[in-house]
């Protein structure tokens, strides 16, 4: 079974560009997360979906970041313009549908993360 | 301060040492406790998990919750070299509709050596 996979890995941009992330989840998988991981600090909840739907985007940054998820399969993750406080790691992961028993059931499964560096 | 605080290392071992790694939190909502192991370059790995307070067994992981402290911990006995990594803590209260949002810790950077 195929993992959730992210593209690209790696990604430099400057300043005042466009950056677009792509997360492929688990085929199944109605919740969909973005993390991010700022260099030194923890990885940090951005936001969730369940199929295509936003259920909380609380730690999405700022309005330069927008996220969708079409018909509730891959989703995206575009910055725009970038920042330079915007590079770190970019992870996505992807669980079963919610409300099922045990933590198990509800696992993150993480994909590779995509290292963005805007300069 | 952080809801989850992990000394980040690193952290150096000889093989076959037992390994301590903690984490305090602060936040009394919390109810899973999850441990994730990354390789480098990698995405983070689930280890173990517990609810609630208690403890865990897994081969040579074993995870504890005392929930009276805020304290986490994950020992390794018999330490490999193949368990060199960073070692997350993470956790999450009931799931409410928030789904799996979880808290990470810093990480720890454990390298094993021969």
């Known amino acids: 079974e195929a993992g959730v996979t992210q593209f690209p890995s790696h990604s430099v941009i400057e300043k005042g560009q466009t950056v677009t992330l792509r997360c492929d989840p688990i085929?199944?998988?109605?919740?969909l997360y973005w993390y991010r991981r700022v260099m030194g600090k923890e990885i940090k909840f951005l936001l969730h979906?369940?199929?295509?739907?936003?259920?909380?985007e609380s730690g999405m940054p700022n309005n330069r970041f927008l996220a969708e998820r079409t018909g509730g399969t891959y989703s995206t993750l575009k910055v725009q313009p970038a920042e330079l406080e915007d590079s770190g790691v970019y992870f996505c992961a992807s669980s079963l549908k919610e409300g099922a028993r045990g933590a198990y059931n509800t696992e993150a499964f993480f994909g590779q993360g995509t290292r963005l560096t805007v300069v | 301060q952080k809801e989850v605080e992990q000394d980040p290392g690193p952290l150096s071992v000889p093989e076959g040492a037992i390994v301590s790694l903690n984490c305090t939190y602060s936040?009394?909502?919390?109810?899973?406790f999850m441990w994730y192991r990354q390789y480098s370059r990698k995405g983070p790995e689930l280890l173990m998990y517990?609810?609630?307070?208690g403890n865990k067994e897994d081969g040579r992981f074993t995870a504890q919750v005392d929930k009276s402290s805020k304290y986490i911990s994950l020992f390794i006995r018999d330490s490999q070299p193949s368990d060199s990594a960073t070692y997350l803590c993470a956790m999450r209260g009931l799931i409410t509709g928030g789904g799996n949002k979880l808290t990470f810790g810093t990480g720890t950077q454990l390298k094993v050596e021969l």
């Open positions: 517990t609810y609630s307070s």
């Open positions: 979906f369940v199929k295509e739907s936003k259920q909380d």
């Open positions: 085929s199944g998988h109605d919740n």
């Open positions: 936040n009394s909502a919390f109810q899973y």
